[in-house]
């Protein structure tokens, strides 16, 4: 189950390469991975099996049967609360400790596996583990995601993240008070130079802005909305961890974990709270809010309280 079907684009094949470099580029998989779809007969070439030095003559149909993502057992299920769907893309309120896409040591649940396994057909285009995924949220992050079901709705999302022109709208909660209330953060992330594995603000990172305001402050934290001008990897969470402000529940980016813990927190108070595009096929504006989930609720409830 979960199997799905890419045919390459005919016009990509001029009869020079060799069907495994064709098949990888293709699906975004290593040769290695292409040679052993071709040994399993999961490719053909004008509807027959070929080896995987072979080399089709030029715009020759190659058909690749590229398995399911991940496996799935019942565990790993979790309910996707669908916020919006047609038969072209689907709009998902993630939970938290859901990966967008399977990658290298997650054995955890995907979102495009899940759905693959609750039968909603995702879009083939991409690498085989992103099929159909046209942005992400962090394992640790919950709220609104948008899955392509069809290849012209990924190509017209996959363009316009990659523009920038969706709005994203984040609800975070942050130790402290940040000052000004309103403000704007502008400054390069990358590799943190001492940690591999973490971002942060570095000279010779990557452009990165983003946009808050606090709405409600409650001493030693405050809730905001941030609006992301850019979408790097960790950006509200680095960002705010600069300003001497981590994301309660944060470990990672310097959070106590005494507040966390005071609010049941197992994980960043950070939730995809409204995203808004112009859909891909139809036109017209597709908006959806995300409500906050049951942990992030209680832990505002303590603050208030």
């Not at 399911?68 to 299920?77: I, R, V």
């Not at 916020?83 to 040591?105: C, F, N, R």
């Not at 759905?115 to 285009?125: C, F, H």
Request: charged share 20%; net charge negative; no cysteine.
């Amino acid at each position: 189950m979960g199997e799905t079907e890419l045919n390459i684009d005919p016009e990509r094949i001029d009869g020079s390469a060799r069907l495994d470099a064709i098949v990888a580029q293709a699906a975004g998989v290593s040769r290695a991975a292409a040679a052993a779809w071709i040994a399993e007969g999961r490719v053909s070439v004008d509807g027959r099996v070929a080896a995987k030095s072979a080399r089709p003559r030029a715009g020759a149909r190659v058909v690749v049967r590229v398995p399911a993502p991940t496996s799935f057992t019942e565990e790993h299920m979790i309910d996707l609360p669908v916020l919006y769907e047609d038969e072209d893309l689907i709009v998902i309120d993630k939970p938290v400790g859901v990966a967008a896409h399977p990658s290298p040591g997650w054995t955890g649940p995907t979102v495009s596996g899940q759905l693959v396994a609750q039968g909603v057909s995702i879009s083939t285009s991409g690498a085989s583990e992103r099929q159909g995924i046209v942005h992400r949220l962090d394992v640790g992050t919950s709220g609104a995601m948008a899955v392509a079901k069809s290849e012209r709705a990924y190509s017209g999302l996959k363009q316009a993240f990659h523009d920038r022109t969706p709005t994203k709208v984040y609800h975070a909660v942050v130790q402290g008070l940040p000052e000004p209330l309103k403000g704007t953060i502008d400054a390069p992330i990358g590799r943190h130079p001492g940690a591999s594995w973490r971002f942060a603000v570095v000279e010779d990172g990557r452009h990165a802005v983003t946009h808050y305001e606090v709405l409600e402050a409650f001493g030693r934290a405050s809730l905001v909305e941030v609006h992301l001008e850019t979408g790097r990897t960790h950006q509200i969470r680095v960002h705010f961890s600069a300003l001497h402000h981590a994301l309660v529940g944060d470990q990672q980016y310097g959070a106590d974990p005494k507040v966390a813990a005071e609010l049941g927190l197992t994980r960043q108070w950070l939730h995809a709270y409204r995203l808004g595009f112009d859909h891909p096929v139809r036109g017209g504006r597709v908006e959806v809010e995300a409500p906050y989930p049951n942990d992030l609720v209680s832990s505002l409830e303590l603050l208030r309280g």
